[in-house]
């Protein structure tokens, strides 16, 4: 299976703290995008890194990407209850075109 | 940014029926997929909804099973045909634009319950 992994499978953390999810992958990819899923409901993207990057930000986001590695961080800082989600890296490899393949995903706790 | 709705956004169905789902956009996409994420599962591409042409599925998908209409650039329906219990899931559209590398934008999923 070329499915990412990522890890923790799960996190709990208390509200103002700051969660680190990380993704690993298996192939040369094009992108690697990061995505928050609330309750079993859509997919709300939330950032896309390009393979020749290798950091980016978005708010309270912090996402890196070794390529060396094969893998990805997302970094939320002083979280908050409504972070409370699952969060899923999906790659978009070289060779699959447009297509995505999402990892294992992390269940986010915050307490309030 | 697109806008994607999807119908039902919810339903149970007897084992042995079929259920048709719709997944609207917007605007104009060239690329529409359908996924499907079994309970506490992440997702599983099933195939990409092709403008004028048949769907291309992904290994352990078939067309009799899964059968899939692309009749504009706007919109898509994904049969889920002769129910079990299995295939209880949620499954999402997504659009997006062909070799940009830009985001997919989902649908709310429509969840599905076989009983």
């Known amino acids: 299976s070329q499915q990412g992994e990522e890890d923790p499978q799960a996190l709990s953390i208390q509200e103002g703290e700051n969660a680190t999810m990380n993704c690993s992958y298996k192939?040369?990819?094009?992108?690697l995008q990061w995505y928050r899923q609330n309750s079993g409901r859509g997919l709300v993207h939330l950032i896309l890194?390009?393979?020749?990057?290798r950091e980016k930000h978005s708010g309270r986001l912090r996402v890196t990407l070794d390529t060396s590695k094969k893998s990805s961080s997302l970094l939320i800082t002083a979280s908050r209850a409504a972070d409370t989600a699952s969060y899923f890296c999906?790659?978009?490899?070289?060779?699959?075109?447009?297509?995505?393949?999402f990892g294992t995903g992390t269940r986010l706790a915050v307490r309030p | 940014s697109a806008v994607i709705s999807q119908k039902p956004s919810r339903d149970i169905c007897q084992r042995g029926t079929s259920l048709t789902i719709q997944c609207q956009v917007d605007?104009?996409?060239?690329?529409m997929f359908w996924y499907r994420q079994q309970p506490g599962q992440s997702l599983t591409l099933i195939a990409t909804?092709?403008?004028?042409?048949?769907?291309?599925?992904e290994s352990g998908f078939v067309i009799d099973k899964f059968p899939i209409s692309r009749p504009n650039l706007t919109f898509s329906t994904l049969t889920v045909s002769n129910l079990s219990p299995e295939d209880s899931s949620i499954y999402l559209c997504?659009?997006?634009?062909?070799?940009?590398?830009?985001?997919?934008?989902f649908g709310p999923g429509t969840r599905l319950l076989v009983l």
């Open positions: 997504s659009v997006g634009r062909r070799g940009l590398q830009e985001t997919q934008y």
């Open positions: 192939t040369s990819i094009n992108n």
């Open positions: 890194i390009r393979s020749n990057e």
């Open positions: 999906a790659t978009e490899w070289k060779s699959s075109g447009d297509k995505l393949t």
């Open positions: 605007s104009q996409v060239t690329m």
């Open positions: 909804a092709n403008q004028g042409s048949e769907a291309t599925y």
